[in-house]
């Protein structure tokens, strides 16, 4: 009877820690996927990549003007992607790097080629495309998000 109470036991005890699992990577797939979507949303508004519009962009932070004549600023700081235009609000929390070694902004330059996260003055008015790539955890899951922005207007 204790032979068929462990088998039973470690059936169910594996079944609970794949739910664990399942839940815990779903958590951090869901708060990441908004913000993804919400900073490609936003990031396609850019009004041009003139320097009056586009102020900040390197590995981490990217503050740029939309259409509307908004100022807008994604940031990780802290293992949050932060959002600012006029308060500050957290999109995710337990954000790290992905892929790209430096942070989690990448971009592409006008000749479609030249990839940089940390963009000299001249460079930030040739940027065409804005690399997004993160990674998000929940517990000990993690899941991995990247986009790739084409602004509307440059």
Known sequence: MGIVALVVANALSTGIKGN???????????????????????IRNLRSNNAADLSVANANT??????SGASISFVLSGG??????????TLATGISIGTF??????????DGITET??????????????????KATSSIESVSLQSE??????
Do not use: C
Not at 23 to 40: C, G, P, Y
Not at 80 to 89: A, C, E, L, P
């Open 101 to 110: 070694s430096s942070g989690i902004f990448t971009y592409v330059l006008s």
């Open 62 to 67: 990217f503050t740029f003007v939309d259409t």
């Open 149 to 154: 922005v084409w602004p509307r207007n440059l």
């Open 20 to 42: 664990l699992t399942t839940d815990n990577r779903k958590e951090a797939l869901d708060q990441a996927r908004v913000a993804m979507e919400r900073m490609t949303r936003e």
């Open 80 to 89: 949050n992607i932060n959002r600012t235009s006029g308060t500050t609000n």
């Open 117 to 134: 996260q940390t963009p000299t003055p001249p460079q930030m008015l040739t940027i065409k495309r804005i690399k997004i790539d993160f």
